[in-house]
């Protein structure tokens, strides 16, 4: 790991936090962090450190403080940016985490996590053209990521491209055959076609992945109201697989 003059002195206590967090010993690795930036202040790595610490064990919003020092001692480092948009948006602050995530993409426009969770964002804004941009643009740099072909799904799905959603669904699936959100997808793309039955068979799989998922529960429900099958509407509702 290259350290800056800034940071020679704590050279060993970083090196352990990496240990620490590989193997998964995050308490540990945040009380190594809180060290390291006591002892040099002006670490960026240091408090970028702390902060991830922070965030891993359960306290976002006192992370923020840590990697806004970090990203005040030094400005080029894009996942600082990337992670204080998680921080943020863990805490509410949506308009704040799409600052933040611009501000990472800005410095590196090849991160595909960015991309996809700049678009979440902007989805709960209505802003589905640049939602879908985004998403386009997650995928470019990994095309073989199911999480950002499942962003250009959904950025589709809410576009009204129906056809293109659907392709784009089963690509996330070729990727990772346990998505249920993918599924879910379909399930609903296949609905609003008209494809009752073929919309009924994929949330019902979306439903076997992910049986706790409240929102899937209520588009199988959905889906047989529409259809006026009440009582396969309640069972979904309640969890149960079985339709009459």
């Known amino acids: 790991m290259e350290v800056s003059s800034e940071c020679s002195g704590i050279a060993k206590q970083l090196q352990d936090w990496v240990r620490a967090s590989k193997s998964r010993n995050h308490n540990e690795a945040l009380q190594i ?4 930036a006591s002892a040099a202040p002006n670490c960026a790595k240091a408090h970028y ?3 991830v610490g922070l965030s891993r064990t359960g306290h976002p919003g006192s992370a923020i403080a840590s990697y806004e020092r970090s990203i005040q001692l030094d400005d080029s480092d894009s996942m600082a940016f990337y992670n204080l948009g998680i921080a943020l948006g863990e805490i509410g602050r949506a308009d704040d985490a799409i600052t933040a995530y ?3 993409i800005a410095i590196r426009d090849s991160y595909a996590d960015a991309y996809v969770n700049l678009a979440a964002l902007l989805w ?13 643009r997650a995928v470019s740099p990994a095309p073989g990521d199911a999480v950002a072909h ?3 799904a959904h950025s589709l799905q809410r576009k009204g491209c129906l056809n293109e959603a659907i392709d784009e669904y089963w690509a996330t699936i070729a990727l990772d055959k346990a998505h249920a959100p993918a599924y879910r997808g379909l399930g609903i ?3 609003i076609l008209g494809q009752f039955d073929n919309a009924a068979e994929k949330f019902a799989e979306a439903f076997r992945l992910d049986p706790g998922n409240p929102t ?3 588009m199988k429900a959905h889906h047989y109201m529409t259809r006026l099958q009440i009582g396969n509407a309640v069972r979904a509702l309640l969890g149960r697989t079985k339709p009459s």
């Open 102 to 104: 611009r501000k990472s």
């Open 124 to 136: 709960g804004k209505n802003a589905d053209d640049e939602a879908l941009e985004l998403a386009r």
């Open 33 to 36: 962090a809180r060290s390291a």
């Open 150 to 152: 499942g962003c250009l």
């Open 189 to 191: 793309c296949y609905s």
């Open 216 to 218: 899937i529960r209520g």
């Open 49 to 51: 450190f702390l902060a």
